[in-house]
């Protein structure tokens, strides 16, 4: 009877869920709330958000150096008939992760930080082992979505997510923090996958000790980093070795790839840090050299920049403030769009001026849309300037906005045209490689190649070395340089 009662309980559960499969890796059953098909259409629903926020990074050979390594990856992983999509954001955020259905994404600031083709192929083994996994699909079964935005590292008050451009549900995979067994069962895999087609998953142990490098002096920014996503238990770097030295006894594998000189000259020229030509942020104004417009960020808040617009966050999330082009024809069309997009009651709204531009100044408010939810103040001004129609929007609860308005006020009023030509002609940092021309330090190296001493820590760990390490004659060495 007991048993029969649990088998019962089981066929039960399997009705009420959506799918009740076998793990593709494991082979076990596993309780999720989607089959594959809805699977699939998660991650297509997911990919036009994702390359909306951050941009495809326009280089070719990038993006085909990936897309090759990664569908011959996938071919050898536990699922290779799904149509896996392989693609390098646009982003200096060092990351990279996996949505349902596929859909692989690297930025370029990890690109920048691998320092071998074996280094890439570790990490890429490990977001193909998410996918194989199913572990984001596996995350519903434990949890649901709430409604949250990000702003460069910061949760923002719920109540204020509908203005922020990571609501949607798509972009809230990126926040899904994954369990220690996950990543490990990912660990796994990334040396299985890599090892499988050459390379040395040693490498990948020593890439997550540049990471960790990493991110202990990053700040947040449009997305979380990679080790925010991905838990790293102190045994990691062990684990990942052992697991490699196995698997190469088990393949017999004697010579692994690890192709370091091919992949920095593959990286040669990679935008490195900001893009100024999506607008870049330089001692607290924010500059954008193409639309040739200008204006200040608050002291003290956190900031990314995205292709639709520049958000805004206080540091203890109750305020956020954005830039981005306008609906309409007129300033009162854009007007009366904005009002319509967020059922704002208007307070207050007439014609401005903002440094000799047409403008609308706009107070209104959002009243709540469900039972114990503030009511929301928003402060506009609707410019119009050199062919485009601009909305800068702050946001706040009615009860905080006075503690936000001089903020608001000072960012709003200062946005004005600009015309400093050092500015409108700032070039990107790129990634150059450099050969070393006698045995030296990394440090002696740098102060060659007239690297300010600030930076020098940042080098070394871009480079996954110590700056008191030997070059040998003939070493590559990246250097970031216009």
Known sequence: MKKYITVSCLIAICSFFTDCARNPVTGRKQVVLMSEEQELAMGKEADPQIMAQFGLYGDTAIQNFINSKGKQMAGISHRPKLDHSFRVLNSEVVNAFAVPGGYVYFTRGIMAHFNSEADFAGVLGHEIGHVAHRHSVAQQRNAVFAQLGIIAGIIINPDLAQFADVASSGLQLLLLKYSRDAEREADELGVEYSTKIGYDARQMALFFKT??????????????????????????????????????????????VVNRNSYLRRIEGLVYGEDPREGYRESNMFYHPVLKFQFPIPANWNYQNTPQRVQMASKDGKALMMLMLAQGNSLQEAANAIIQQYKLTTVESRNITVNDLPAIYLLADQQPQQQGQPALRTQSYIIQYDGHIYHLIGVSTITDYNNYSASFNNTMRAFRPLTDPV?????????????????????????QHNVPGARLEEHAILNGMQLTDNLAQGTLIKIIAE
């Open 211 to 256: 990471l960790e490098r990493q991110s202990a002096g990053s700040e947040g920014a449009e997305l979380p980093e990679f080790l925010s996503t991905h838990p790293n238990p102190a045994d990691r770097y062990v684990t990942v070795n052992k697991l490699a030295d196995d698997w190469k006894r088990k393949l017999n594998l004697d010579a692994p």
């Open 423 to 447: 500015k409108l002609n700032k070039k990107p940092q790129r990634i150059r490689i450099r050969t070393v021309g006698s045995s030296v330090t990394l440090s002696q190296f740098l102060a």
